[in-house]
């Protein structure tokens, strides 16, 4: 909770930044030393990692915690107006991965990262970068629906209030009504705004989260296993919801459930032991995986 809410309590720009730098670098993390010890290769990614025009890209991503090295030099790309799903067996690093994208890894005593990731070409681990502002921009969905202990009102209105987003208040109504209606909860919550967002069943909750990320003009939506906490069908709204969503953003989503990287995303990444193994169309790695280990892992195999 803390966390999250950390993450709108600053208005800095991110046009503060200094041109991206080139080449690879340090990112982040305390032990610069380390950067240099010589890393095992990784596994070559199987597949196109690129994207025309992308909105974030990666390259040569490690994630360390400690000596453990959790993601092996992963590169790729995040396109615009795409949900690209994250699958692979428990521990393969999905997560940790999906954290570099918004530096939530930061907050990880002993986490290191290194390699480079931009969003709209710049450098999102400049020392100069307010992360606080990224966080708004690529914003985070958790497991576990996560609002603040405030009414349904206020967990939406509380990013564009702290980033000065609305001049009055009838601006913060209308903020809070359309990130209300894109997260598809506006029918189902205006006639009681001023209840506690708790107050709500388990899948409205995690729209309201989707609509709290929402409200501060995000890029990039990060979802971490968004449905594993909902029924079917909370589960089937959120998946519409994310078909609604891409026309504006990009999505990002680690998911346990190949049908579901099946049904929501356009592009997907197969992750096995910190490495990429295999990314591209969505409907190619589920028919023709080029990897053994893709193959083996979407036809159960392990897993
Ligand atoms: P799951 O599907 O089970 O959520 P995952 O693919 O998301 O797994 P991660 O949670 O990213 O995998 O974990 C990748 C590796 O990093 C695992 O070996 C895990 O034990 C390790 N790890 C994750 N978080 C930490 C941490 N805070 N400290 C130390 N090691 C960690």
């Known amino acids: 909770m803390e966390m999250v809410m950390d993450a709108f309590v600053n208005t800095k720009s991110l046009k503060i930044l200094k041109d991206p730098r080139q080449g690879d670098h340090v990112v982040a993390g305390d032990d610069a030393k380390n950067e240099r ?3 095992k290769p990784s596994t070559a990614t199987v597949g196109d990692i690129h994207v025309a ?10 994630v360390f915690y400690g000596e453990k090295r959790a993601i092996r030099d992963v590169s790729i790309d995040i396109g615009r107006n795409e949900v690209l799903a994250m699958i692979g067996p428990s521990g393969c690093g999905k997560s940790t991965f999906l954290r570099c994208l918004n530096r939530m890894n930061d907050t990880i005593d002993g986490c290191r990262v290194t390699g480079t990731i931009t969003l709209d ?7 100069a970068l307010d992360v606080v502002l990224l966080r708004a921009q690529v914003g985070m969905v958790f497991q576990k629906p996560n609002p603040f ?13 702290i980033h000065g987003l609305a001049q009055s208040r009838e601006e913060l109504d209308e903020i809070v009504e359309t990130s209300l209606r894109k997260a598809g909860l506006w029918e189902e919550v205006k006639d009681r705004l001023h209840q506690s967002g708790t107050s709500l069943s388990g899948g409205q ?9 929402i409200a501060v003009n995000p890029e990039v939506i990060l979802m971490d296993e968004p449905c594993s906490a909902l ?9 519409d919801l994310m078909h609604e ?3 504006q953003y990009s999505i990002v989503i680690v998911t346990h459930s190949m049908q579901q990287a099946a049904r929501v995303s356009q592009r997907t990444a197969f992750f096995h032991m910190g490495d990429l193994i295999e990314v591209g169309p969505t409907d190619r790695i589920f028919t023709r995986p080029r990897h053994k280990l893709t193959e083996d892992y979407i036809t159960g195999r392990f897993g």
């Open 149 to 161: 202990p405030k009414s349904i009102y206020d967990n939406v209105a509380y990013g564009p209030k």
């Open 37 to 39: 010890e010589p890393l």
């Open 53 to 62: 025009d992308p909105r974030m890209t990666c390259r040569h991503v490690n």
């Open 231 to 239: 029924d079917p069908i909370a589960t089937g709204r959120i998946e």
């Open 121 to 127: 070409g710049q450098d999102i681990y400049d020392p």
């Open 205 to 213: 909750q995690q729209r309201l989260c989707i609509a709290r990320a």
């Open 245 to 247: 969503l891409r026309a």
